[in-house]
């Protein structure tokens, strides 16, 4: 029971700091909203496929500016992408990348693009580390025999 | 042949509004989705404009319909590539059989024109993603009735 509570509290700490540093938003909340008895592992299987998919997009557009002559309304049709799944799971300072990666991919400027592109990654990365942080605390909770708290 | 019942297959929630949503992200799919089955309604999701008219009976060279999907809302992201969600608003609303279909446009970029010319081709609402529980309950208010029976209920206030 004692250690359900601290695994509680150490989610609940942890959440709130990703939160107040600015990794996850509001959005991120919403989510949360949407997890229920019937559909426990809501948030988990949407953050998954965001992974799934933001793999797909950085390998897209590491090929895509590697090319002879760089198309970029292909590559900003990448980040565009990349900027609304990032958006729709609350990974705000992905989010951001891709917004300033867009503005490089309208200079049609190249080192700008390659910079944007490094910083997408790191951000992301970021986010995905810290989450799977937070799924992991998710199911030592519920392994426990707790429920993982609501968020506000 | 075109068939003229008008129940669907095993389909015994008849009082749940059936809802397609269209959108070219998995992310924003499985999204939506969730939001809208949290709200009582029953979700068919189409990854593009082409795999929507096909469930929606208009697909090109679609001869038969083979079954009568009962959509009581259309809600489709703006940007995808080739046919747009513009693109298919005007094909629905084009259409003398899917033309009194409700249909909400989302998109990530608040465009006013776009706006504009999306709501005066008929689209019954354009909002803003990424989308929350507040934007789904807003949406009952413009499904047609379900079953052509009016179900008495009030739409309150968005």
């Not at chain 1, 300072?93 to 917004?99: E, H, L, M």
């Amino acid at each position: 029971m004692e250690v359900i509570g601290q695994l509680q509290k150490q989610y609940v700490d942890f959440v709130t700091s990703v939160y107040h540093e600015g990794f996850l938003d509001d959005q991120f909340l919403e989510l949360q909203k949407l997890r229920d008895d019937s559909n426990p592992n809501f948030v988990a299987e949407v953050v998954s496929l965001f992974f799934d998919d933001s793999e797909k997009l950085i390998n897209n557009l590491a090929t895509a500016l590697h090319q002879q002559v760089v198309d970029y309304k292909q590559v900003d049709a990448h980040v565009h992408q990349f900027k609304g799944s990032s958006s729709s799971i609350g990974a705000n300072k992905v989010k951001n990348a891709c917004v300033d990666f867009r503005s490089s991919c309208d200079l049609k400027n190249i080192e700008g693009c390659l910079a944007c592109l490094q910083n997408v990654k790191r951000e992301y990365y970021l986010v995905k580390s810290k989450l799977e942080i937070l799924f992991r605390l998710e199911e030592q909770i519920m392994a426990a025999g707790g429920v993982v708290p609501m968020l506000a | 042949m075109a068939s003229s019942s008008s129940s669907f297959m095993g389909f015994g929630d008849g009082e749940r509004p059936h809802v397609l949503a269209v959108d070219d992200s998995l992310v924003d799919r499985k999204l939506i989705e969730r939001l809208l089955t949290s709200s009582a309604c029953k979700v068919t999701t189409a990854e593009n404009g082409q795999r929507a008219l096909e469930l929606l009976g208009l697909g090109e060279g679609q001869r038969v319909l083979s079954i009568d999907p009962k959509v009581n809302l259309i809600i489709t992201d703006y940007c995808m590539p080739g046919m747009t969600g513009f693109d298919l608003l005007k094909k629905v609303k084009e259409s003398s059989m899917l033309k009194d279909i409700p249909v909400v446009i989302v998109s990530s970029e608040n465009v006013p024109t776009r706006m504009k010319k999306c709501l005066e081709e008929g689209a019954q609402e354009f909002l803003l993603k990424p989308l929350k529980q507040s934007d789904v309950k807003k949406l009952r208010c413009h499904m047609t009735k379900v079953n052509h029976s009016s179900d008495g209920k009030l739409c309150i206030g968005r």
